[in-house]
């Protein structure tokens, strides 16, 4: 090689690495859970899960792309979800899809879909998943989060609603949240838009007072500027004549019933008239989910309540996607929001249970074998951690030290010839010799004595 195609080639290579992308990152609005989270996430998830399958909830898990047309339809075209925050786009086909910002629209659909109007009744379904909301990010408020979602579909009692609001109430409280859950009845949607009428002449007197957004609420989502959270517009909601006042006499006495179940429970809930939920296909209950942090920290700029969820009724959902008339009742509950209020609140939830037993391999053969080592302990019960990429036995202790493990095995080639193993205490640093057949049964006696 020339002195002159060596320099070409260093150019090019300077040129090339100039030229390097810079590496990606994250999605704004995105996130990863890292394992040192994910215990957090286990235990919101998990005892949800439970929960809802000891009291009959079948787990669906419906697509995280649907048209986009089920979306619009049943949470409605001018509600912030649909007007600003949905992420749609055409698909190589040419039909417009979009990432699920919610999944009861989806429940429905499923419903409709499956016939599941010919089972027995009522059809109690949840999950537990992503959704995606193009919002602006902030505390709390992401692109992408996650939901506890669960339906009750083909029953209008009252009891429903019940069931509903204290269930939410029964996991949040057994992941030590202490919560307060706003109810209000929207109505039905002839007395409600009746309701609406009488709140826009309300607010058109006072047009000017209005924050930008809800200039545009008053002539499309009226209902939405209830529950603004724009301190002027607040303050009018505040003399604004009240929809408990204007409910037709059956959502009277529905809302009335379901308060009195409430009331036979020992869920902590109020009444809340501005709760109007931020999609359309509500009629009578609608309720939020609020934990209270600020009484259990020091620090009172902490004491803002978190919204961790909200549900209702949605009586004609089913219907407008064409099925069979069939009552439905749900919540949603943002894990994201749960674990923010877990953490805010000092807890820490027990952490995965502690490896018991250290693997440590000498020599190529040994290495080979490890893995069937590790398999027959893993499968005897044993809680077993290895480093298959360590070699030496120091490093390979000082890994089981840091772990905390209670005993060590040792495989190197001699033991694999003799078909023995090495047990060690990692308390003492006393080793005994075991049979390689034997290893498990030896184990098991040893921690049994531990306990
Ligand atoms: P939602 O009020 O839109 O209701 O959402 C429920 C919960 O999801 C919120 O209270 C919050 O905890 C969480 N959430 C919503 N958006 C975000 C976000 N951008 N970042 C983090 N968390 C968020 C519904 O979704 C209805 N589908 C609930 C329902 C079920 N109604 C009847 N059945």
């Not at 020992?266 to 359309?280: M, S, T």
């Not at 219907?319 to 805010?344: F, H, Q, S, Y």
């Amino acid at each position: 090689m020339t002195a002159d195609t060596q320099t070409k080639k260093t150019k090019q290579a300077g040129s090339h690495a100039k030229r390097t992308p810079k590496p990606p990152k994250l999605l704004r609005g995105f996130r990863d859970i890292l394992p040192e989270d994910s215990i957090f996430w286990q235990h919101a998830k998990q005892t949800a899960f439970s929960t809802l399958l000891d009291y009959g909830y079948g787990e669906i898990d419906t697509p995280m792309l649907e048209q986009t047309s089920l979306f619009k339809r049943t949470i409605g075209e001018h509600t912030d979800i649909v007007s600003k925050e949905m992420f749609t786009f055409e698909d190589k086909g040419g039909d417009s899809v979009t990432m699920r910002p919610e999944f009861t629209a989806s429940f429905a659909r499923a419903y409709v879909e499956h016939g599941m109007f010919n089972r027995p009744q009522p059809v109690k379904l949840f999950s537990i998943g992503p959704a995606f909301r193009y919002d602006r990010p902030q505390a709390g408020r992401f692109r992408q989060f996650n939901q506890i979602n669960f339906e009750i579909f083909g029953n209008d009692h009252p009891v429903a609603d019940a069931e509903i609001i204290f269930l939410s109430y029964l996991i949040c409280k057994q992941l030590g949240l202490d919560i307060s859950i706003h109810v209000n009845s929207l109505g039905t949607p002839e007395s409600r838009e009746e309701y609406v009428g009488i709140l826009k002449e309300y607010f058109k007197s006072k047009r000017r007072l209005l924050c930008e957004d809800c200039k545009k609420r008053l002539t499309k989502n009226t209902l939405r500027i209830l529950d603004c959270k724009e301190e002027e517009c607040n303050q009018l909601a505040q003399s604004a004549p009240q929809l408990v006042d204007h409910l037709d006499e059956e959502s009277k006495q529905h809302f009335v019933a379901v308060l009195e179940h409430l009331d036979e429970s020992e869920v902590p809930y109020e009444l809340n008239p501005y709760i109007v939920r931020g999609l359309d296909y509500y009629n009578r209950t609608a309720f939020e989910i609020f934990a209270k942090i600020g009484e259990h920290t020091e620090d009172q700029s902490e004491s803002k309540p978190i919204a961790l969820g909200g549900g209702g009724r949605y009586d004609g959902l089913v219907e407008l996607l064409g099925g069979r008339e069939t009552p439905g009742v749900g919540v949603a509950i943002g894990i994201e929001r749960i674990i923010d209020a877990i953490k805010k609140l000092g807890q820490k939830p027990t952490s995965q249970k502690k490896p018991q037993v250290f693997l440590a391999q000498l020599g190529e053969e040994a290495t080979k074998h490890a893995f069937t080592l590790f398999e027959t302990l893993r499968t005897a019960g044993i809680r077993t951690r290895a480093n298959f990429a360590k070699s030496g036995l120091k490093e390979q202790l000082e890994h089981a030290d840091k772990l905390g493990v209670l005993y060590a095995v040792i495989l190197g080639q001699k033991e694999l010839l003799d078909e023995t193993v090495i047990i060690r205490d990692m308390e003492n640093g006393i080793q005994e010799v075991v049979d390689l057949a034997k290893i498990a049964e030896e184990l098991k006696k040893r921690l049994k004595k531990g306990i």
